[in-house]
């Protein structure tokens, strides 16, 4: 009969096995209910209101999964619920997408999988059945695939249905539901924006070369694309210097004279005299930046005021102290490439300048933006989105869904696949797995079934949160699933319907399907193995008082 009860011994205590699965238990079902009514077009918002440190109370409105959970972090000493933010986290991270569907799922699996243990099933044989049920998904997602390229690895942007793409976008910036933000004429912006940031030859999209900004003021739908980037700098001289349209010079290093070598007491004749070149070098310096045209330099580390003065006065705009990630975007953008320091004997050569516009652009509440953009009829390959919003909240969740839905169509440039929504995915894939369920023992079988259960968990979901019975409406899936339409969902307005695609655009990106039942499925199969968690409840050991062996050795 497994243990019940905790033990302590001396200044550890050790929880039973018994107490260890109700604990995990427990802490999964409750981050899963955070964000359970958050999950699709019809799901809800929370508002979560925290006490800061200064005693101001913080309120913020979300459905936005990661943002609710890592509100907790650092505020709960419990360990579950820890490794679940750290779960949402790193799907965020990694992903973008999805992060509320990976909590819910990991959740249901642990809950299931305690249950099973406590009904006599081995935790190995969880985990097996919990494996099998996964990898039987996948096939079933590679099986009702639908292709958004002409082929697995498209190499240029012409391959690409970018209707689809477009509605994955849409799904992922209103969770399906037109009309709540009015963010769909965005989604070929959006589109395009990751297609500027995709290098096919890699297979990567880096949409750190696509910049989202907020203006407060206006409304979301005069969001607009913006060919270029927007940066946090400002000109050292800003007189008479922007906007500018011109050469721009990208340097990594410092432009400053020379140093001056000078003795801890006396000065020679040769200090004397470098002390008088200094003023001519750095009028040098500045000449050999302005014979070659340029309109803007932007340099990674310090520049003299003397010298960032003497290009205004040559009406070159200079910015120093500018991010080498930031010099790479500008590189993208202008065609300009990254050379080392300027000097008298070093000057700029006319290959290594690129061209863009450059000006200063207010951004509401007394803030600027650097605006740099690629000169006319150029295609840069770095972009900005400027976001609108009535107000600073309405800017910032704008902000937040139009990036959700630039990482979602990334997913899908990255691996061409989607696959239906709407629960329709999961409810083809709990049909498939409880057809193969027979062929494993009595054990594994039922943690085999125990798998279809938790992936219908999410149509049940969506049709809860629609205000829907989630028994009837997954009842009515299966049957439609036996029926062969295996595209049967749920739609935005939380009916059934025969294909979810046709009538309701509803698409997800199949990468980020898999990544999310992948990471959800390692996660509770690592914690269904604990039997019991142990609690050391020693203070601090002093580093001091128990020397390393270096430490012993220094004493002899």
């Known amino acids: 009969m497994p243990e019940s009860r905790s033990s302590t011994v001396g200044s550890v205590e050790r929880l039973s096995s018994t ?41 913020f409105v979300s ?99 970018v209707s689809k793409l477009e509605r994955i976008a849409i799904g992922g910036m209103t969770n399906g539901r037109a009309g709540a933000w009015s963010l769909e004429h965005l989604a070929a912006a959006v589109v395009d924006a990751v297609f500027h ?14 910049s989202v ?6 409304d979301v739908a005069s969001s607009e694309l913006f060919p270029g980037a927007f940066l946090p700098y400002e000109p050292m001289v800003a007189d008479r210097v922007l906007p500018s349209d011109g050469g721009v010079l990208l340097v990594e290093g410092s432009l400053e004279p020379r140093e001056i070598r000078a003795g801890s007491v006396t000065i020679d004749a040769d200090d004397v005299a470098a002390v008088d070149e200094r003023e001519p070098e750095r009028e040098r310096i ?78 509401g509440e007394n803030r600027t ?30 902000r937040r869904r139009i990036k959700v839905g630039l990482n979602a169509v990334r997913a899908a440039v990255k691996r061409p696949v989607a696959v239906p929504g709407g629960g329709a995915a999961d409810v083809a894939a709990a049909r498939a797995v409880r057809e193969l369920s027979p062929r494993f023992d009595g054990r594994e079988q039922l943690a085999v079934d125990r798998f ?18 989630p028994i009837d409406a997954v009842t009515d899936l299966r049957a439609r699933h036996d029926d062969g339409k295996r595209r049967a969902g749920i739609d935005a307005t939380g009916a059934v319907v025969d294909d979810v695609v046709s009538t309701g655009d509803a698409l997800d990106a199949q990468l980020v399907r898999t990544s999310s039942l992948a990471r959800s499925v390692e996660f509770a199969n690592s914690l269904l193995t604990v039997d019991s968690v142990i609690f050391d409840t020693s203070p601090p050991v002093d580093p001091e008082a128990f020397p390393g062996p270096e430490r012993r050795l220094e004493r002899y």
């Not at 019809?42 to 913080?58: H, L, T, W, Y």
């Not at 900004?213 to 206006?218: A, H, L, M, Q, R």
């Not at 070159?316 to 008298?344: E, Y």
């Open 197 to 210: 940031a995709w290098e096919p030859q890699r297979g990567t999209v880096h949409l750190g070369y696509v």
């Open 213 to 218: 900004e907020t203006i407060p003021g206006g």
């Open 19 to 59: 107490e260890t699965r109700r604990g995990i238990q427990r802490a999964s079902r409750q981050m899963g209910d955070l964000v359970r009514s958050t999950l699709g077009p019809m799901g809800v918002d929370k508002m979560v209101v925290r006490r800061m440190q200064d005693d101001s109370v913080r309120t």
């Open 369 to 398: 933006w650097l605006e740099v953009a690629a000169p006319d009829g150029v295609d840069p390959r770095s972009v900005g989105l400027v976001v609108r919003g009535g107000t600073e909240r309405a800017a910032d969740e704008a």
């Open 452 to 469: 279809a259960d938790v992936l219908e968990s999410i149509p049940r979901t969506l049709a809860r949160n629609a205000g829907q019975d």
């Open 63 to 161: 459905n936005d999964g990661v943002a609710i959970l890592e509100e907790f972090e650092g505020e709960t000493e419990n360990p579950i619920a820890n490794q679940f933010i750290t779960l949402a986290e790193e799907h965020e991270d990694d992903v973008g997408d999805g992060t509320t569907t990976t909590t819910l799922l990991a959740s249901e699996l642990l809950s299931a999988g305690v249950d099973l243990i406590d009904a006599g099933v081995p935790p190995t044989a969880v985990v097996d059945g919990f494996s099998i049920g996964a990898q039987r998904t996948l096939e079933v997602w590679n099986e009702i695939g639908i292709p958004v390229a002409d082929d697995d690895r498209p190499q240029h942007r012409g391959a690409f249905d």
């Open 286 to 363: 500045a000449d050999a930046i302005a014979r070659s045209n340029a309109a803007a330099v932007f340099v990674t580390g310090d520049v003299t005021d003397a010298i960032g003065t003497a290009l205004a006065h040559r009406n070159v705009a200079c910015f120093r102290n500018v991010k080498r990630s930031d010099v790479d975007r500008l590189s993208r953008i202008t065609g300009a490439s990254v050379r080392g320091p300027v000097t008298p004997t070093a000057p700029a050569s006319p290959a290594e300048f690129g061209r863009g516009k450059i000006r200063l652009r207010e951004a």
